[in-house]
């Protein structure tokens, strides 16, 4: 694919093996001969013995007609390693966590609902309109010795 990224050896190093082979990151599965793409592996939410992954989270949300953005990270928690947290941008002012999240609970596991939802006008995003979930992660994880 690639022998490494530009002037950048220390992401080089990050991405590719001893063996010569890329990380891209990715998390997937094969299916029927098709490799299908569901989400970033550094996006993975570990809560208790869960691996849960926003995507799935976030396209479940996007279903709500009150929502026009949203965003899914892993908060610190005490009793799990980390929480669930949706970052939501409404089109409807009048919708309620409760609601949402109820939302959610209808149509995915319980173990992979928000157990809290934070209110945004926007979401922070790069110039090719990715969200910048590093970012939205930081003020939650601001103090402590490791993210989980």
């Given amino acids: 694919v690639m022998r490494g990224y530009w002037r ?7 991405a590719i093996d001893n063996e010569g082979w890329f990380r891209s990151g990715d998390a997937g599965y094969m299916k029927d001969g098709y490799l299908f793409i569901h989400d970033r592996v550094k996006d993975m939410i570990i809560s208790g013995a869960e691996n ?3 995507a799935e989270i976030e396209n479940v949300i996007m279903t709500h007609p009150g929502v026009s953005d949203v965003a ?5 928690d005490e009793t799990w390693g980390e929480a669930v947290k949706a970052l939501v941008c409404r089109s409807d002012q009048s919708l309620s ?3 949402l ?3 959610c ?9 928000p157990s809290s939802i934070d209110w945004r006008q926007q979401l922070p995003r790069n110039p090719s309109g ?8 930081k003020p939650y994880w601001q103090g402590r ?3 989980v």
Avoid at 72 to 76: E, L, N, T
Avoid at 105 to 113: E, G, M, N, P
Wanted: hydrophobic share 35%.
């Fill in 8 to 14: 950048n050896q220390e992401a080089t190093a990050a």
């Fill in 52 to 54: 849960i992954y926003p």
């Fill in 72 to 76: 899914v990270i892993g908060v610190p």
């Fill in 97 to 99: 966590e409760a609601e």
């Fill in 101 to 103: 999240i109820e939302h």
């Fill in 105 to 113: 609970r209808q149509r995915i596991a319980h173990y992979k609902c």
């Fill in 130 to 137: 990715k969200i910048l979930k590093t970012e939205l992660r």
């Fill in 145 to 147: 010795a490791r993210r």
